[in-house]
C-alpha cells in the first residue's frame, strides 16, 4: 500500500520511465503516459495503466512492440517517477516495482472505460486519439522505494 505522500507524488508527475527486460537481459526504457486507476474501482493495491497509443511507433501491431514483447513474457517491470529541478534541493523520485500485463478494452471494459475518460482528463491530446479500443498497460504494484533531497515526504 502507497502513503499518501507517495500517491500524491505519482499523480504530480506528467510522465514515468517504464523499465521492461528483453529476453537477453538487457534492460528497456521507454517514457510513457499513465495514470492511476479510480482508488474505489480496484483491490487494495495500486494499478497503474498506460495506452499503447497513435503516437508514432516502429510497428502499427502493438503486440510486435518490444515492452509488449517484454511484459508477455516477463511481466516484472520497473516504473520511475522523478522531479528534476535546477534547485538540487528539491530533487526526488519514486521507484515502483510491480507485475504488469496486457489489458484488451473487451476484457475488463468498465475498467477500461474509465481509464480512457481519466487519460483524456489528464492528457488533452488524447481527446482525438481512439484509444478507446486501444490495449492498456496495467501494472500492478508491488513495491516502493523513494528518494528525496529534503530525505523528507516526497512533497511538490
Not at 110 to 115: D, K, W
Not at 137 to 155: C, F, K, Y
Amino acid at each position: 500500500m502507497l502513503t499518501a505522500d507517495q500517491l500524491a507524488f505519482i499523480e504530480g508527475r506528467r510522465t514515468a520511465t517504464l523499465a521492461t527486460l528483453s529476453a537477453t537481459g538487457q534492460p528497456r526504457l521507454v517514457p510513457i503516459c499513465f495514470v492511476l486507476a479510480d482508488p474505489g474501482a480496484e483491490a487494495s493495491r495500486t494499478v497503474l495503466y498506460s495506452p499503447l497509443d497513435q503516437k508514432p511507433k516502429r510497428s502499427q501491431d502493438v503486440r510486435r512492440l518490444a515492452r509488449v514483447r517484454d511484459i508477455t513474457e516477463r511481466s516484472g517491470v520497473t516504473i520511475l517517477f522523478d522531479r528534476w529541478d535546477e534547485d538540487w534541493s528539491r530533487l526526488a523520485w519514486l521507484r515502483a516495482r510491480g507485475t504488469a500485463s496486457i489489458v484488451q478494452s473487451w476484457e475488463q471494459a468498465e475498467a477500461h472505460r474509465r481509464v480512457v475518460q481519466a487519460m483524456r482528463a489528464k492528457y488533452p491530446q488524447y481527446r482525438t486519439h481512439a484509444i478507446d479500443a486501444s490495449p492498456m498497460i496495467r501494472v500492478v504494484i508491488d513495491e516502493v522505494s523513494a528518494w528525496s533531497a529534503t530525505a523528507g515526504p516526497l512533497q511538490d
